[in-house]
């Protein structure tokens, strides 16, 4: 398959400074730290926080700073711990939750897939979901909660569907892609059909579940989503080393010790009930999977996937988009999905131009 | 452009023997291709066969049962009377347009999978129909516009503006227009317009209303005059492309050996690029965005040629006439009352073809 990482987009050419490995207890740990890398972690990180506290002080009622931390220690007036604890906290770790493990499942998908495109929904996976909470919506009248439910059984349905029939002596990627592609068209004709004949209002709601939003999200929420996360991230990370020996080419791998085919099915199955966890939450919220893992990469200059880098420009990403979406034409909130869209795009439209316009890459 | 192997470099200092041996190879090598053309070129004939026989019952089948004499009669003399206008006038044009916006998509499918060397290329991926859908909206939002006639050349300038777009931001520096890059510029062009679109959607619920039926895809209620005035733009882009295919084939080689080999790569890609837009942008005014067709029909066509554009894109453009036709005849009459629109069924009946096809053979890849 030539829909590769290309040669030509790879940043190894020109590594600001050279790498310095670390090593802890002997030789037992060590790791190579970039400069850039760690600079441009650290930022990302730094910008994160910023954003999170600047959604607890902003909104149709204003909190100060000063007051935003008293009432995060339960202290202060009483409208403002309500706001801030009871409304905008969990809303803001929802964010960050969605957005990091979005971020990185995303990375997960493009390594696995060697594609840049390949986000979760090749395999079928948002399609899945989609559907799902679509049939829940329209069909059955289901609220949130029972969304969230069709949505993860629509996905995970969907996504073992796609990996039944992509089997055959193994599972070889393109056919998985291919797999994922047909079952998908067929998803979306049923959305498509479900849509047209439904009457508006509900086809509305539908469509804004399927644009993805994180308008309303409480505790409940949030608890849902950390346990999904701090259970399958790190997973994730620790599977990165291999992944990006993978990415040198299977046979490589194999040859270099690398169990793929077991490699394969972990990443895919984690980095899929990762994607399910966010999706339960805020729906399939756009392009954080796809921009993510890309912006990383490119800002930090390094040389494959980075799983962590990915995780952390999701939650930042996510984090601002969702901030924007409140504000931008308050009082009307839109959907976040809406703003990564605009945002995540726009921020790789600029980033392609620069990249490309200096003719570095 | 011809790109056989050089199939006796190998043998050039042998002695007598290995000549003869080669000669020999090369006469075999040679009567195989000859046979394997003549295969392709029998198996084109018969899907053009099936294409005919699906165009004669497009125009036979329909909610109102006619006698298919009275269907022969009307195609030969057209009398005025309630069925022969419902063949003449609606399913007629109806059936021309459905041959023209197939055989578009799979063509325009093709050669964005040869351009951007990658099998996951569509007009989704290219910004196309986001282009377009933004375009629509903003024709309903901003102009008030409702009937699809007046919002087909919003349709057509959407799809075409942001092909440009992208194809402009792919391009710049020294490299050029690299296949990834297209993919990465359109995939970004098109996610910032869908979420304008969305957030459109959201303010202005009237719009979505409107939005929902056009993004289906669908052949019902295009009229006469508006065909006419596409068909002129997807027979262009038809005729384009049907002749990239040699330059597409030495392309597929890879940049550096195909411009060893004097190939005219950014010409090509340009050629490539303005039938993209006159099929896509053609094919998406005339029947809203139908996904699936010109991402899946070129595997398919692939799959039954190899990887030879002067085959590939013949077989892609009937094939996906065959489809776009077939699935719009059977959405006529599948449901019991009302129908199913084209781009529902072409999802339908044509992806489970597809996955058998993906399981039963190795895909002749890019």
Not at chain 1, 116 to 140: H, M, N
Not at chain 2, 169 to 174: K, P, Q, T
Not at chain 2, 270 to 285: K, P, Q, R, S
Not at chain 2, 327 to 348: H, K
Request: proline share 4%; net charge positive; with cysteine.
């Amino acid at each position: 398959m030539t829909a590769t990482l290309p040669e030509s987009e790879r940043q190894e050419a020109r590594p600001s400074r050279p790498a310095r490995t670390v090593r802890l207890g002997g030789d037992r740990m060590s790791f190579r730290v970039r400069p850039r890398m760690a600079a441009v972690y650290g930022s990302l990180l730094l910008a994160t926080v910023a954003v999170f506290t600047t959604s607890l002080m902003v909104g149709d009622y204003r909190i100060s700073l000063p007051d935003v931390l008293l009432a995060l220690g339960g202290r202060g007036e009483r409208l403002d711990v309500f706001f801030v604890q009871g409304v905008r906290l969990p809303r803001a770790w929802t964010a960050v939750l969605v957005g990091a493990g979005l971020g990185a499942a995303g990375a997960v998908f493009q390594s696995l897939s060697r594609n840049p495109l390949g986000s979760p929904d090749i395999i079928g996976f948002t399609g899945g979901a989609a559907t799902g909470a679509v049939l829940t919506i329209l069909v059955l009248g289901g609220g949130m909660l029972a969304t969230s439910f069709g949505a993860v059984i629509g996905g995970v349905a969907t996504a073992v569907l796609v990996y039944l029939l992509a089997l055959k002596k193994g599972v070889q990627g393109y056919r998985l892609i291919l797999v994922g592609i047909g079952i998908n068209a067929m998803l979306m004709a049923a959305r498509d059909y479900l849509l047209t004949r439904a009457d508006l209002t509900e086809a509305m709601a539908a469509q804004v579940w399927m644009i993805g939003s994180l308008n309303g999200r409480d505790w409940g929420q949030v608890i849902a989503v950390a346990v999904g996360v701090a259970v399958l991230l790190p997973v994730v990370l620790a599977l990165g080393p291999r992944l990006r020996l993978m990415e040198m080419g299977e046979d490589t791998a194999h040859a270099l010790g690398v169990p793929t085919q077991a490699t394969q099915v972990i990443a895919l199955i984690t980095a899929s009930a990762l994607t399910g966890v966010a999706i339960a939450v805020a729906g399939p919220v756009g392009f954080i999977a796809l921009a993510a893992p890309q912006l990383a990469r490119r800002l930090a200059r390094a040389d494959g996937t980075t799983l962590f880098g990915a995780a952390l420009m999701g939650a930042f990403l996510l984090v601002i988009a969702d901030l924007a979406a409140q504000r931008i034409l308050a009082p009307t909130q839109l959907p976040v999905g809406v703003l990564t869209a605009i945002i995540g795009g726009g921020y790789l439209i600029w980033l392609l131009h620069r990249e490309w316009r200096t003719g570095r890459a | 452009m011809t790109l056989e192997r050089p199939s006796t470099v190998a043998f050039e200092d042998g002695d007598a023997d290995d000549a003869t041996v080669a000669e020999a190879a090369l006469k075999r090598r040679t009567t195989a291709h000859a046979r394997v053309h003549l295969l392709r070129a029998g198996g084109l004939l018969a899907a053009l066969g099936v294409l005919v026989l699906c165009v004669l019952l497009s125009i036979a089948v329909g909610a109102k049962s006619i006698p298919i004499g009275t269907v022969w009669n009307a195609l030969w003399g057209f009398d005025a009377s309630y069925d022969h206008s419902v063949i003449i006038d609606l399913r007629l044009p109806r059936t021309v347009l459905g041959l023209f916006v197939g055989a578009s998509l799979g063509l325009a499918g093709a050669l964005m999978q040869a351009l951007t060397r990658n099998p996951l290329a569509d007009p989704g991926i290219l910004g196309i129909n986001a282009g377009a859908s933004a375009a629509v909206v903003t024709a309903i939002f901003a102009f008030g516009l409702t009937s699809v006639n007046a919002y087909v050349w919003f349709a057509f300038a959407g799809a075409g503006a942001a092909a440009v777009l992208v194809y402009f931001l792919g391009s710049r520096g020294r490299t050029g227009a690299t296949p990834v890059r297209l993919a990465l510029a359109g995939t970004a062009v098109a996610a910032v317009l869908q979420g304008l679109v969305y957030g459109v959607f959201v303010v202005d619920d009237f719009v979505f209303d409107q939005v929902r039926f056009w993004q289906v895809g669908s052949l019902v209620g295009r009229d006469l005059d508006i065909f006419l005035k596409i068909v002129p733009f997807l027979a262009a882009g038809i005729a384009v492309a049907l002749l990239l295919g040699p330059a597409l084939n030495a392309i597929a080689l890879g940049e550096d050996l195909a411009a060893a080999l004097g190939a005219h790569i950014n010409r090509t890609r340009t050629a490539t690029a303005v039938a993209i837009v006159l099929l896509c942008g053609g094919a998406t005014a005339a029947a809203g965005p139908i996904a699936f067709v010109g991402l899946t029909v070129p595997h398919v066509a692939r799959a039954v040629t190899g990887p030879d554009q002067r085959w590939v894109l013949p077989y892609s453009a009937v094939l996906a006439a065959i489809l776009l036709v077939g699935a719009d005849t059977l959405g006529r009459v599948v449901l019991p009352n009302g129908e199913l629109e084209v781009g529902i069924v072409t999802a339908l009946i044509g992806a489970p073809v597809f996955i058998a096809l993906v399981r039963r053979k190795r895909m002749a890849q890019l």
